[in-house]
């Protein structure tokens, strides 16, 4: 088999966790993932297999959709709700306020990648010094953001769709918008509904990939009209 399949990863697994269940079910060993999710976020996983790996870097660096809770009125460690909190404070802000702090965003910034994250600094990946409770000076990443659309207010959260380029943190952009806003912000939720031309309701789950494999019906998911 060789192409790329449009993976819905599920919360609780590292994209790791993804390519090594896959490996099982498909019975191959060239597989690789196309960017990392964090465990606690869902949505597509573009999963390369075969010669397809060689399409790898291509598919990194499309733009990629994702839709956000942001939490106001919090800080933590990580910058999502999975981490420990840091700091509360009251939210007293109008929606104008919010709105126009969110939509100042759109267009390129610099941004700082948080030390809860998969990249690495001198051959360390920046989360496990955090977790010993080591903070790195990180270099700031030039990211672009196309667009961000707010689909619901209900202060202190916020749901919005963020169009993106490769490389970029949503939980950073949350932080980033309540740092603006002086009362501080975290990612309560993500999920990635795009990458390049995989959507997510194109995408199907391990459990769904287990049953075709059963059936021996993968080729009805294997997209191979990516050479």
């Not at 031309?197 to 009209?225: C, G, H, S, Y």
């Amino acid at each position: 088999m060789d192409g790329v399949l449009n993976i819905y990863k599920e919360a609780g697994w590292t994209s790791f966790d993804v390519v090594a269940k896959m490996r099982g079910i498909l019975k191959i060993k060239k597989i690789g993932h196309t960017g990392t999710l964090d465990p606690a976020a869902t949505g597509v996983l573009p999963v390369c297999i075969g010669k397809g790996t060689k399409k790898v870097e291509s598919f990194m660096a499309d733009d990629k959709v994702y839709r956000a809770v942001m939490l106001l009125g919090v800080t933590t460690d990580s910058q999502d709700m999975t981490g420990e909190i840091l700091t509360r404070s009251e939210v007293n802000l109008t929606e104008q306020d919010v709105r126009e702090a969110i939509e100042s965003f759109i267009g390129g910034y610099d941004q700082i990648p948080p030390m809860y994250s998969a990249k690495k600094v001198r051959g360390r990946k920046l989360v496990d010094m955090a977790r010993k409770g080591i903070e790195v000076e990180r270099k700031p990443r030039f990211v672009n953001i196309m667009d961000i659309g707010i689909d619901d207010m209900s202060l202190p959260r916020v749901t919005m769709t963020v169009t993106c380029s490769k490389g970029t943190y949503i939980r950073t952009l949350c932080h980033d918008i309540g740092q603006k806003l002086g009362c501080g912000a975290a990612m309560e939720s993500l999920i990635r509904t795009r990458v390049g031309r995989f959507k997510i309701e194109d995408a199907v789950t391990l459990d769904d990939l287990q049953k075709l494999a059963d059936e021996d019906r993968l080729e009805e998911v294997v997209i191979t009209d990516i050479f």
